[in-house]
């Protein structure tokens, strides 16, 4: 599940809470936070043909933001591959952000 809003950030939420405890800065069930717009995010939407999780986002500055999630995020914390620093997500194209990794 992903929600937008008037916080300029985009949620990635699971429906397995007990798997995503509250952790710090985080409710329980939040996977993701990307937060990479400077205004309110107007839509937010998976996009259905990939096999990754890939989403876009438009925001009030008119800025469409195309991501991918690294894999690595959507691992539940304490799982066998989940690492003490949360990578950002993959950005495969995308407004100006000050911590773009663009590694396509």
């Not at 397995?16 to 309110?40: C, N, T, Y």
């Not at 043909?49 to 933001?65: H, K, N, R, Y």
């Not at 999630?69 to 950002?88: K, M, R």
């Amino acid at each position: 599940l992903a929600t937008a809003g008037g916080d300029s950030r985009v949620v990635i939420w699971s429906m397995d809470v007990d798997s995503w405890p509250a952790r710090e800065g985080r409710e329980p069930g939040q996977v993701f936070v990307h937060d990479a717009h400077e205004k309110q995010v107007w839509s937010v939407s998976w996009n259905p043909s990939s096999e990754s999780f890939c989403l876009a986002s438009v925001a009030e500055e008119d800025d469409l933001q195309i991501w991918e999630v690294a894999d690595t995020v959507l691992d539940p914390p304490g799982s066998d591959s989940d690492s003490s620093e949360e990578p950002p997500a993959k950005r495969a194209r995308g407004g100006d952000t000050d911590d773009d990794d663009d590694d396509d």
